[in-house]
């Protein structure tokens, strides 16, 4: 007997960073009527480790990226205790997730999305745990990637830092399409593009139907992903031709070229080969370049993240006090 789509198993969507992962996630769940979660960095790396009996469920409880989500650490974690598996501190989360942005419907503890770029680099023990899941695995230009993070607190140093990430970060999905036949490519710029049929086929293939859904991807995914809530722009597909510098463009394709005629985008540089020595030329220059501009960001983000969520706790106070 077929499975009902209440009884099959979540949605998970990755591929490399900034390559519109959370936007796919997003249009999924509206369309799908799935809970959508903010991203949970956390998961698949505790579901690693809880297969290989290292994981413990204080982590999830202490996770700070737990803290972005919206609603206050301990009501998510409510009803977590030591002993649970990962993938049960997980559920625990995503159930008191969905009743406090007031998801009721039954369906939402069942069916969610999740959208960490790394995803697939642990399908493997993903799989394991979610025997029932789904992965989409997004592809974009690696251009535009490159053009989307320069000029964020994580993004690469430079052209090569950002050609060498983009691979290895690909290949993490490419290898798991090879691993199992639940993984469905998508292209970026044929979501944005396109008439919705790139949807509808990973919708009928997870065996969804037509729905809407309360999304709120959490203060710190927001952030980071401004454009989520817009209308899909095609005009911003191809944006990096403007305001990536030819010399860095050129790089990228020396390094990064093979792989993105395989996945379809077109050079535009003549030059397919840099020296070494020139290549490390660059890489000085550019990386030199971008810790000037981000090294005091890159160290504080995360502090002055803690530091302002204590005080946030510590100003509304405890129980009794």
Known sequence: MPQS???????????????????????LAQRAGLTFLPEALFLAPCIHDDLTDSFSASRVASSWRLRSWGPDVPQLTSGITD????????????????????????????????????????????????????FVHVVRDGRAVYSSARNTNFGPL???????????????????????NRVIRVRYEDVVGGDGTELDQIINA???EDR????NVGSLTS???????????????????????????????????PTLEMLGYPLMSSATHIS??????????????????????????????????????????????
């Not at 997980?90 to 770029?117: K, L």
């Open 223 to 257: 952030r980071q992903h401004s454009l989520v809530a817009s209308p899909p722009d095609p005009n911003r597909v191809n944006a990096w031709q403007e305001s990536l510098p030819k010399r860095s463009i050129q790089t990228f394709e020396a390094l990064a070229g």
């Open 83 to 134: 002993g649970m598996s990962a993938r049960e501190c997980f559920a625990a989360v995503v159930s008191n997730y969905s009743a406090a942005i007031g998801v009721n419907d039954d369906r939402s503890a069942h069916r969610w999305v999740e959208h960490s770029p790394h995803n697939l680099r642990y399908i493997a023990s993903l799989s394991k745990a979610y025997p029932d899941a789904v």
């Open 158 to 180: 430079g052209p090569v830092d950002a050609a060498n990430r983009w691979l290895r970060q690909v290949s993490w999905g490419l290898a798991a399409e090879a691993l199992t």
């Open 5 to 27: 789509p209440v009884d099959r198993g979540p949605l998970f969507v990755g591929g490399a960073e900034r390559s519109g992962t959370t936007f796919v996630a997003a249009e």
């Open 276 to 321: 070494q020595p020139g290549l490390y030329t660059r890489q000085f220059g550019s990386s030199a370049a971008q810790l000037f501009y981000r090294i005091p960001r890159r160290h504080l983000t995360h502090a002055m993240f803690r530091l302002t969520s204590r005080l946030r706790e510590r100003g509304q106070g405890r129980p009794g006090e």
């Open 212 to 215: 809407s859904t309360l999304i």
């Open 206 to 208: 997870i065996g969804a």
